[in-house]
C-alpha cells in the first residue's frame, strides 16, 4: 500500500494483486485512532488497461502521493504490456492517471429523492476552524441551485451568513468562492462553524474554509 497525508486523514493506494500481478489501486482512508478501511462505493483509482494498451497486463502505483497541479490531481503508475513482435517479451511504460483536485470521492444529490420530496438537498459538516478569508467550494453541476451557510457551533445561524444571503455560486469550480450580501467570513476568523451547503443537483467534492 502507498499511503499519504492527505487534509485531515491518511489515503492511500491499496494494490490489487492477482497471481502476483498487480491490477488494480484501491483508495483506503485512515484518521487517527482508527483503522483503515476502504472507502466505500468508489471504484478503483486505476486499473488494467484493454488488451493491447500499455497498461493492459500490470499497473503499479508509485510510491508517492498524487502531483497537484492547476485544477488537477495526478497519479503517476508504471503499466505494463506484452510486447507487438512474437518475442515474448513485456513492455513497461510510466503512465498517468489524471482526477479532479480532490476528487477522490464527492457527495451527489439524490435526485430522486430531491424531486419526490420537492425539497432541496443539505450537506451539512462537522464544526471547523476558520482559518480562511473566504469558503471555497468545489463543486460541479448544481445548476444555479446552490447555496451555502455558515452556523456556530450549537447550530445556531450567524447574522449575514444565511442562505437566503448567499451570492450565486460557480457552476462548475474547483475553488469557488462563496460570499453573501454585506458578510465578510474574515471576520469569524479562529471561531468554529458549522457549514451548510443546499443544491438541488450536482457534486459536492470537497471545501475549504
Same mark, same amino acid.
Given at each position: 500500500m502507498?499511503? #499519504?497525508?492527505y487534509g485531515d486523514q491518511d489515503l492511500g493506494y491499496l494494490e490489487l494483486s492477482i497471481k502476483g500481478r498487480p491490477q488494480a489501486s484501491l483508495l483506503v482512508s485512515h484518521h487517527d485512532g482508527e483503522r483503515w478501511q476502504r472507502v466505500d462505493g468508489c471504484p478503483p483509482l486505476i486499473e488494467c488497461g484493454a488488451s493491447g494498451a500499455p497498461d493492459s497486463m500490470i499497473v503499479n502505483a508509485t510510491r508517492n502521493a498524487p502531483l497537484l497541479i492547476g485544477d488537477e490531481m495526478l497519479i503517476l503508475y508504471n503499466g505494463r504490456c506484452e510486447s507487438n513482435d512474437d518475442s515474448g517479451l513485456h513492455e513497461g511504460y510510466m503512465c498517468i492517471a489524471r482526477l479532479r483536485r480532490d476528487g477522490f470521492a464527492g457527495m451527489a444529490v439524490d435526485q430522486v429523492a430531491a424531486a419526490?420530496?420537492? /425539497?432541496? =438537498?443539505? !450537506? /451539512?459538516t462537522q464544526p471547523v476552524t476558520v482559518t480562511a478569508d473566504t469558503l471555497a467550494l468545489n463543486i460541479?453541476?448544481?445548476g444555479g441551485? =446552490?447555496? =451555502?451557510? !455558515? #452556523?456556530d457551533e450549537a447550530a445556531e445561524p450567524i447574522d449575514g451568513f444565511g442562505l437566503d444571503d448567499c451570492l450565486p455560486i460557480d457552476e462548475d469550480n474547483v475553488r469557488a468562492e462563496v460570499h453573501w450580501h454585506g458578510a465578510d467570513v474574515r471576520q469569524l476568523k479562529g471561531r468554529r462553524v458549522i457549514v451548510l451547503v443546499e443544491s438541488r443537483t450536482g457534486v459536492i467534492w470537497s471545501f475549504r474554509l
Open positions: 502507498v499511503p #499519504f497525508n419526490r420530496h420537492d /425539497q432541496p =438537498a443539505l !450537506l /451539512q460541479e453541476g448544481h441551485t =446552490a447555496r =451555502a451557510a !455558515l #452556523f
